[in-house]
């Protein structure tokens, strides 16, 4: 089928299944195949791919991935695991080569032939035995140590994605366009539309439209960064530039416990469900809630198991709470394996 080259035949299968710019949602809210949804996920399940079908091809000899049998699966993923890659790192691969198996399956029918069965139906790692999310997220302090020593081009980029829970990467895309003022606050608005000068193509993860507010405590710094700034200027260096002087400014700083820029998502996403608790006057019963709720998801559980009839009001209060903040990050709803990381 197609040529016989193993590389080949990845980037040929990979290729049919890039959604690079569409909604994981929309999709399945319309019955419709995912697939790859960013350039990251397109750089891990290559990665994955390639050397799983090159231990394929060295060990088992296997010269045409779509002669590929579970047991190759389940072997090499045994072989993974004897060698101490964790749980978490096992579940990732299952993915990638998960996706390779539904490439290979569009590629397949497109050619006349029948889909090629060589993944398991169950996952072998179970979402339950991957470890448990750690908090990564910075206290006021840390992050006020660590901007004192970057340079002041950096220190908006730093200020940027505490406002607005920015990924690095959008925080070093981000143009004036892309802050709004409405009511007298602020708000990063990414806009589906293409051609607008706000566009999200290029600047969130799978150039998804975004709405979010800034952190009240961050108004003065925004305004400041942009009255230097027209609308079509970018508001922050570029990306490298700016990681390189987060990494210089840890270690004056002598932060030990950093674990990179993600973790000022992580940072304003708690900050956004407390105060959006509190807001509510639910903060104290709906902090149990979710420690209950996270309890559940790393027992492998329904996230509702144990909730009371008499708690279901409050239960349902506090995941429109969680899907609020989830909404600001860009993420989907009830996304529990995002809240066991980012609200734990």
Known sequence: MGKRNVKNQVDQALKKIYKIGESKKQLRDNHQETGIHSTTQVKHAYSVSMQFVQWAKGQKGIKDIYK???????????????????????????????LLSKGMNQFSKAQ????????????????????????????????QKLRENLPESSQNALDLQNAFGLRLREAANLKASHIE???????????EDRRALNSAKGLTKA??????????RYEEKVRSILAEKEQHQFLAPKYNTV?????R???????????????????????????????????????????????????????????SRAERKLYMEVNHCIDIVHKELGHGKGRMDLVAVYMR
Request: overall charge positive; hydrophobic content about 25%.
């Open 68 to 98: 590929l049998k579970r047991s190759h699966y389940r072997e090499y993923l045994t072989q993974k695991a004897n060698q101490g890659v964790s749980k978490g790192h096992l579940m990732n691969i299952e993915t990638s080569l998960r």
């Open 112 to 143: 006349g032939f029948k889909e090629r069965d060589w993944v398991p139906k169950q996952r072998l790692i179970h979402s339950s035995e991957r470890s448990k999310g750690q908090d990564r997220s910075y206290t006021r302090d840390e992050v």
């Open 181 to 191: 003022e409405r009511h007298g606050k602020l708000y990063f608005v990414a806009s």
């Open 207 to 216: 150039s998804k439209a975004r709405e979010t507010p800034c952190l009240p």
């Open 243 to 247: 990681k390189s002087a987060y990494n």
């Open 249 to 307: 400014a840890v270690e004056k700083a002598k932060i030990t416990n950093y674990t990179g820029s993600h973790g000022f998502r992580h940072s304003f996403a708690r900050e956004r469900l407390e105060a959006s608790l509190k807001e509510r006057g639910i903060y104290r019963e709906g902090k149990d809630i979710i420690k209950r709720m996270v309890g559940n998801y790393d027992q492998g559980v329904r996230k509702d198991a144990g909730i």
